[in-house]
């Protein structure tokens, strides 16, 4: 009856998580694609004197290819490409054109798969022998939906499961041996165990539809499953319904103990971690075995310091319980809590550059919050710690509250961190809209950039006179350039509000310079210049 009640109160605390986490999931903003377009060849808006061989776009991490990944279409619809290939360690998509172009306007489409999981698309154009017109804008990354919330929450689910079945081990093994033959630990191990498995295969399951862009239908039809085995979530996925196979027989049997048990245990809870840390940023980027190894210290300093607390608070505290080894748990919980706080000042150091990103971002903010909730549990454990330490015995009643709030606390934290890794990390993210100003004929030209991130950006121009106000232009044209880049045109178009607008691909961050070329009605044509920041 009562393990009864414990599956069923860890069922209720795992609902409520995964609506947390869902909710948390579809309040981000929609930049969910987190692989960033770099540079393409040829760049958006170039005219061309002779026909390219084959389109390429650069990512600032490696991609996989989805359905359907790339198309080259003539202004006619007719398409002129091949397969494409990923070269430069999967973080350039090469697309093969069919025989010499013929002169004309060409719009480049890409829908690609970044290193976490989300699908990302947008397209340039390019003109042989002829002007492209304007710069398209790139196409939007898809809005995310149901799927997408799944597919994030999951993550949810696996961060809980190890919780309760490498943390929760974790606590009886080293503190409280004599409690694991209890029910109650018995359920929490194979609750743990059950949230493994429903994580690991809602990610399966959802991640090639994504990429396919099927939906929930594609579930079924196991749409995209090509690309999620060559995606490092899908192998990790793989790797982790093998492991958690393996852990099924250290459930139900002790026939390894001692020394070999733990040698064998600490192999397996290791690898599982691995195989979470894996999927998700960590794996993206520099550094990444480095990166990979501080989520797994993250990962198991998390798991070790809740799996605590929930044995603490189910188990040695609770009316049947005997409260016994509660300095060593406080001394345990201390040393998980200094493996969090170091290897999340690495992985936040990795993520949020530049520093401002920290307030600008949706990734920085949501950091914050963590941060300080983090902070609150920290407090709720130092007034446990002293109940603990106190002269006097502890109170057991004051002392189950006390964790019972620092518990509830680092649940909200594991939330929190579920919708974190969802999002876009600030690195990529960053790029604040900036307006800067370049004299013009006795008035000012006033250009706005948003976002300045590399990448796709719109650059809106508005010419002013003496007095502030709009005066008649004729044509507005733009050149972007640095010292890694000889120029970028930019072609504008006029806009019904009197200002012009156009977009460009920024390939690398650093100064740019923009030059403005622009013809006044009736007082001729002039030059102007300004430079700005691109992240």
């Not at 990302?120 to 804008?137: K, M, Q």
């Not at 799927?147 to 919780?163: E, T």
Request: glycine share 10%.
């Amino acid at each position: 009856m009562r393990t009864g009640r414990i599956l069923r109160r860890g069922g209720r605390i795992a609902a409520a998580l995964f609506v947390v986490v869902a909710v948390a999931s579809s309040a981000t903003t929609p930049a969910w694609a987190h692989a960033v377009l770099t540079s393409s060849a040829p760049y958006d808006g170039q005219r061309l004197i002779g026909a390219p061989v084959e389109v390429r776009f650069t990512f600032d991490e490696p991609v996989n290819l989805a359905d359907d990944a790339t198309a080259v279409l003539t202004d006619s619809g007719g398409r002129v490409d091949g397969a494409p290939t990923l070269v430069d360690g999967g973080t350039t998509v090469v697309v093969p054109l069919s025989g010499a172009l013929a002169d004309g306007a060409y719009t480049a489409s890409y829908r690609v798969v970044s290193a976490d999981g989300h699908v990302v698309s947008g397209a340039i154009r390019f003109g042989v022998n002829a002007d492209p017109s304007a710069a398209a804008a790139a196409v939007a990354s898809p809005q995310p939906t149901s799927l997408d919330v799944a597919n994030d929450a999951a993550k949810g689910l696996l961060f809980l499961g190890a919780v309760l079945l490498l943390g929760v081990g974790v606590a009886v093994r080293t503190l409280w041996p004599a409690a694991s033959g209890s029910p109650r630990v018995r359920a929490l191990l194979l609750a743990g165990w059950g949230l493994l498995v429903a994580g690991t295969f809602v990610r399966l399951a959802t991640s090639g539809p994504l990429a396919a862009g099927t939906g929930w239908a594609g579930v079924l039809q196991f749409s995209g499953a090509a690309t999620t085995l060559h995606e490092m979530s899908g192998a990790a996925g793989l790797v982790r319904l093998a492991l958690l196979a393996a852990v099924v027989p250290r459930l139900r049997s002790t026939v390894l103990s001692g020394r070999v048990g733990n040698v064998v245990d600490g192999l397996l809870a290791t690898l599982l971690l691995t195989s979470i840390a894996a999927d998700g940023h960590a794996a993206a980027g520099s550094d990444a075995a480095l990166a990979v190894a501080s989520a797994v210290v993250h990962l198991a300093a998390m798991s070790v310091w809740l799996g605590c607390l929930l044995a603490l608070l189910l188990v040695v505290l609770a009316p049947d319980g005997t409260a016994d080894r509660l300095g060593p748990w406080s001394l345990v919980a201390y040393g998980a809590v200094c493996l969090l706080v170091l290897s999340g000042e690495y992985q936040a150091w990795r993520q949020i550059q530049p520093l401002d990103s920290l307030l600008t971002t949706t990734y920085g903010q949501v950091l914050v919050i963590k941060l300080a909730l983090v902070a609150g549990a920290l407090g709720l454990a130092w007034v446990s710690r002293r109940a603990i330490t106190g002269s006097l015995p502890p109170d057991r009643r004051r002392l189950r509250a006390g964790v019972l709030a620092e518990t509830m606390v680092v649940l909200i934290v594991v939330g929190v961190t579920t919708a974190l890794v969802s999002l876009p990390p600030a690195r990529t993210d960053y790029g604040p809209p900036v307006t800067v100003t370049a004299p013009l004929h006795g008035g000012t030209a006033q250009i706005t950039v948003d976002p300045t991130r590399t990448g796709v950006q719109g650059i809106t121009v508005r010419i002013l006179g003496a007095d502030s106000r709009p005066v008649a232009v004729t044509s507005v044209s733009a050149r972007l350039s640095s010292e890694a880049v000889a120029g970028l045109e930019v072609a504008l178009d006029a806009q019904p509000d009197g200002s012009w607008w156009g977009s460009a691909v920024v390939p690398v961050p650093g100064e740019w310079t923009l030059t403005l070329t622009v013809a006044l009605s009736g007082a001729g044509t002039y030059t102007t210049q300004t430079a700005y920041r691109s992240w």
